[in-house]
């Protein structure tokens, strides 16, 4: 009696511990035939989470300034003439005092080759690339609602026409939403206020 009930009870326990041994080794690192260790693969709900995640991170992460992408832009060129000589219609443009008493606001501007500029309260901003006095400026320039860091290329030509002075205004490299703004910036922001600040418009007859 004692000897059979002790098989039984070695063999209920055998299998017992076979049991826990089976529960316990889910999920680790088991060997295998060759000796190489294998991961437990994860499970479908593991791996859509991690899909998930990377799905949302890509549509919320903001481009990198590097990337360099590219916008439509367009050209156009614009044409005034005012009541002054070519010099004075140089210095309404680089000099701050004056580009402060036509646009009405604070202004800072460098009006040297590689200077800075902001007017118009932060609106407006951009760098003199070339300056010949009296006769031409190369601006970059931009409104702080375009892209960051794009700029547009201004070139202002002027030309002594006698009693006035012809200026021509070529824009390069404007967003092509922008540029009725654009346009409509450079008559109103510049040319009717140089106008009507400093006397230089149209004659009346």
């Known amino acids: 009696m004692k000897k ?20 316990f080794t889910q999920g680790m690192i088991l060997p295998t035939a060759n000796g190489v260790a294998s991961k437990p693969q994860p499970s479908q709900t593991q ?7 990377t799905q949302i991170g890509s549509c919320v992460s903001a481009p990198s300034p590097s ?6 832009t367009c050209k156009f060129s614009l044409k005034e003439t005012f009541l002054t000589s070519p010099d004075e219609l140089y210095r ?11 646009t009405h606001t604070a202004a800072v501007v460098d009006g040297d080759k590689g ?39 201004i070139t202002l030509n002027m030309k002594d026409r006698g009693n006035e002075t012809e200026l021509k205004v070529e824009c390069k490299g404007v967003p092509t939403v922008e540029e009725d703004r654009t346009k409509e910036g450079w008559k109103r922001h510049y040319f009717e206020a140089i106008k009507q600040t400093f006397g230089f418009g149209a004659r009346l007859y």
């Open 92 to 102: 309404t443009f680089i000099n701050q005092d004056m580009v402060q008493a036509f």
């Open 67 to 72: 990337t360099g992408v590219k916008i439509p």
């Open 115 to 153: 200077g800075k500029f902001q007017l118009l309260e932060g609106s407006v901003n951009g760098e003199f690339l070339e300056l010949v006095p009296d006769e031409k400026i190369v601006m970059k320039w931009r409104f702080k609602t375009w892209p960051c860091e794009h700029y547009a290329t």
């Open 4 to 23: 059979e009930g002790a098989k039984k009870v070695r063999a209920a326990l055998g299998s017992y511990v076979d049991h826990l041994k089976s529960e």
């Open 47 to 53: 791996t859509k989470v991690k899909v998930d995640k």
